[in-house]
Nanobody, 123 residues
Framework: QVQLVESGGGLVQAGGSLRVSCAAS????????MAWFRQAPGKEREFVGG???????SYADSVKGRFTIARDNAKNMVYLQMNSLKPEDTAVYYC?????????????????WGQGTQVTVSS
């Protein structure tokens, strides 16, 4: 398993940008599919997007075209670049490492989670 620590959350105005980062431990980080999830108050945790070990990415429809995920295997880092932010993007953002070797949208397929970082978008 990898250990994950998110950073970079904060308060931003609608239309603004923010980048959150996820630092991972472990020598096999490059082999993991990594995902970002988010959880707004009173709502279930939902898939935002992710990046496979190959570098290919997938995104939820709600963020497609606005969010970009990248990874730097040399630094054991995953990034979530968020542009054109909306108030409905307000949530705690979590990075997660897949335990099934695939990038999926199911929470149960992820065995390692970070502690989360708060992103608040004001209108």
């Amino acid at each position: 398993q990898v250990q994950l620590v998110e950073s970079g959350g904060g308060l931003v105005q609608a239309g603004g940008s923010l980048r959150v980062s996820c630092a991972a431990s472990g020598r096999t980080f490059s082999t993991y599919a990594m995902a970002w999830f988010r959880q707004a108050p009173g709502k279930e945790r939902e898939f935002v997007g992710g990046i496979r070990s190959s570098g290919s990415t997938s995104y939820a429809d709600s963020v497609k075209g606005r969010f970009t995920i990248a990874r730097d295997n040399a630094k054991n880092m995953v990034y979530l670049q968020m542009n054109s932010l909306k108030p409905e993007d307000t949530a705690v953002y979590y990075c997660a490492a897949s335990r099934v070797g695939l990038l999926t949208t199911r929470l149960s397929d992820y065995g390692s989670w970070g502690q989360g970082t708060q992103v608040t978008v004001s209108s």
